[in-house]
Nanobody, 122 residues
């Protein structure tokens, strides 16, 4: 398993940007596909974006397509989520997760971070 720690959350006005980072421990980071999920108060966790181990394949939820970009730096054991044109409905706790295969299903991810809060004010 890999240990994950997210950072970069905060309070931003609508239309602004944030970049989340997820640092992974362990030498096998490059073997894992990575994903970002989010959970808003009173709502179920939802898929945001995923990236393959090489970075060659990416997937996005329709709600963030064109605004968010997932990327990774295997040399730094880090995955990023660049969030632009933020909306109040993007407010949630954002989690990164690791999986042996790229997926949009949370059940396919075996390791999770503790989450970072993103709040978008209108």
């Amino acid at each position: 398993q890999v240990q994950l720690v997210e950072s970069g959350g905060g309070l931003v006005q609508a239309g602004g940007s944030l970049r989340l980072s997820c640092a992974a421990s362990g030498r096998t980071f490059s073997s894992y596909a990575m994903g970002w999920f989010r959970q808003a108060p009173g709502k179920e966790r939802e898929f945001v974006a995923a990236i393959s181990w090489s970075g060659g394949s990416t997937y996005y939820a329709d709600s963030v397509k064109g605004r968010f970009t997932i990327s990774r730096d295997n040399a730094k054991n880090t995955v990023y989520l660049q969030m632009n044109s933020l909306k109040p409905e993007d407010t949630a706790v954002y989690y990164c997760a690791a999986s042996l295969q790229i997926s949009h299903r949370g059940s396919d991810f075996g390791s999770w971070g503790q989450g970072t809060q993103v709040t978008v004010s209108s």
